[in-house]
């Protein structure tokens, strides 16, 4: 069974701070996806990472997929209240052959 | 588009009663699944399809049928409820199994509560 560890399990952060969260496994992924769950929604996904060591930028949210493809982080710039949310790490394997395995997710929340 | 569309958004059933979760989607995605998601938890699988008529359990099946008639639909049976089940349940769908560069698309959920 793989799993997809996510920390911190709770932030809360003041508006404008910076902060970095992590996604880590025992596993190999084939690609990585980032998902932002806000209070009442289901989750909308931000990002797909396939590429070990690859770096996306997304206005203030960058996203990093390790070089192994065992983990991944995700750091705010500049947080805003509209950051707060649950974010979600997701791992595919097989090269999109298994179901995504969802990480425990961090909730974050931005004090304005 | 309306993506993953989810009925009812809100329920409460008592003890031992049944009821259906309803769910579709319209963009002729294969791949359909349902997660329940308890509070300030991830996502746990219930049940997924790979297609009309072909269905599949997850880590959390107990207490939960499925069906798919149809691509569109896929909807999800509760019998007996228990308060076990007090949950946010969501219906996802994607083109490809492990959700490719586009990712699963979730419905918004519905809260259900067991008394």
């Known amino acids: 069974t793989q799993l997809l560890e996510q920390s911190p399990q709770f932030l809360s952060i003041q508006e404008g701070e910076n902060l970095t969260v992590y996604c880590n496994s025992s596993?190999?992924?084939?690609?990585l996806q980032w998902y932002r769950q806000e209070p009442g929604e289901g989750p909308v996904l931000l990002v797909t990472?396939?590429?070990?060591?690859e770096v996306k930028k997304l206005k203030r949210l960058t996203f990093q997929f390790g070089d192994a493809r065992k983990d991944s982080s995700l750091h705010i710039t500049a947080a805003q209240p509209g950051d707060t949310g649950l974010y979600l790490c997701?791992?595919?394997?097989?090269?999109?052959?298994?179901?995504?395995?969802f990480g425990t997710g961090t909730r974050l929340t931005i004090i304005p | 588009n309306a993506g993953v569309t989810q009925t009812p958004k809100f329920r409460i059933l008592k003890i031992g009663q049944s009821m259906t979760l309803q769910c579709a989607q319209d963009?002729?995605?294969?791949?359909m699944y349902w997660y329940r998601q308890d509070p300030g938890m991830g996502l746990k699988l219930i049940y997924y399809?790979?297609?009309?008529?072909?269905?599949d359990k997850g880590e959390v099946p107990n207490g939960y049928n499925v069906s798919r008639s149809t691509t569109e639909y896929f909807p999800l049976r509760l019998e007996l409820a228990a308060p076990s089940q007090t949950s946010v349940y969501f219906c996802?769908?994607?083109?490809?199994?492990?959700?490719?560069?586009?990712?699963?698309?979730f419905g918004s959920g519905t809260r259900l509560t067991v008394v």
């Open positions: 990472v396939v590429t070990g060591g």
């Open positions: 399809s790979v297609g009309a008529g072909i269905t």
């Open positions: 996802a769908s994607s083109y490809a199994l492990g959700g490719g560069v586009d990712g699963y698309t």
């Open positions: 596993s190999v992924f084939s690609s």
């Open positions: 963009m002729n995605h294969n791949y």
């Open positions: 997701a791992g595919g394997t097989y090269f999109g052959n298994e179901k995504l395995t």
